[in-house]
């Protein structure tokens, strides 16, 4: 069974674009400073695995449009670019909500 062309695009700016929320998740007390004691956000409210997971739900619409508007760009340039950009637009459209889902937390 082959893949469509669009939805395997659409694919690759998920994939990028929950690697980047996996990777805020993960580091999120160096990217947001204001966090001074991070064991105040543990314990309290959700586990951070859930908190994530959340993110990834959340931003998984973000990631599948990214990736077709960004394959959309260099069709000049072949299927690697248009990989490349599918990437690079599905962590673009991916991060804010990811961002979001933690900025929320730090409120918890």
């Known amino acids: ?16 674009g929950a690697i980047a929320t996996v990777l805020v998740g993960l580091l999120w007390p160096a990217i ?11 314990g309290s409210g959700p586990s ?4 994530i997971g959340f993110g990834l739900i959340l931003a998984s619409p973000g990631g599948l449009i990214g990736g077709l508007v ?9 299927q690697t670019e248009q990989f490349f950009m599918a990437a690079v637009f599905g962590v673009i459209f ?6 979001m889902v933690l900025w929320f937390f730090t409120g918890w």
């Open 48 to 51: 951070l695995l859930t908190i």
């Open 94 to 99: 991916t991060l804010p909500f990811g961002c």
């Open 1 to 16: 069974m082959k893949i469509p062309r669009p939805l395997l695009f659409a694919l690759t700016g998920w994939a990028a």
């Open 70 to 78: 960004g394959s959309r760009i260099p069709k000049e340039g072949g």
């Open 32 to 42: 947001f400073p204001a966090i001074v004691v991070v064991g105040h956000y543990y």
